[in-house]
């Protein structure tokens, strides 16, 4: 199989600044309330949810580098939100708008790549996300003509 024919983009929920969220002592004496509300927040929920993001973007990320294809995965996801930004429970419309623009300032930022030895996002070249989706784009758009121009059924849909 040739892994290298693989385009993969993953767009993330964004997750809370790394540092600080909990506090170890504290979270240490927590039962089983606690770890599902705390300071206006889902603990359990949060904890499960970024270990498996971390680890699913880790793995692809190792895989793709060690394929010598690192530019066909693309991963954007803000690890920096902060208070109610960071809670995947608090739907108010002043939050939502306040995601959409974390969204849009996102856009404008430097592509990041995850890097393998420390699990943290880091500047990876000179363009930004939305520069990088748009060449995602591009590729997936070539793609999918290349895939249909061989396809008998893509031949007869694609419009002349």
């Not at 600080?20 to 509300?37: H, N, V």
Request: hydrophobic share 35%; aromatic share 6%.
């Amino acid at each position: 199989m040739d892994y290298g024919r693989f385009l993969v983009l993953s767009l993330g929920t964004g997750t809370a600044k790394s540092e600080k969220k909990y506090d170890a002592d504290e979270a240490s004496k927590w039962g089983i309330l606690g770890w599902l509300t705390s300071d206006n927040s889902t603990p359990i929920v949060d904890v499960f949810t970024q270990a498996s993001g971390d680890m699913v973007d880790l793995h692809i990320s190792t895989v793709f580098q060690a394929l010598r294809c690192e530019e066909n995965y693309l991963r954007i996801q803000d690890d920096t939100l902060t208070g109610t930004l960071s809670s995947v429970d608090i739907a108010t419309k002043e939050n939502l708008e306040n995601l959409v623009k974390v969204g849009e300032k996102l856009l404008k930022k430097p592509l990041s790549r995850v890097n393998l030895d420390t699990g943290v996002f880091e500047p990876a070249d000179e363009m930004t996300n939305e520069e990088a989706l748009i060449k995602m784009a591009k590729l997936l758009s070539r793609e999918k003509h290349l895939r249909d121009s061989r396809s008998p059924v893509g031949k007869a849909a694609t419009p002349m």
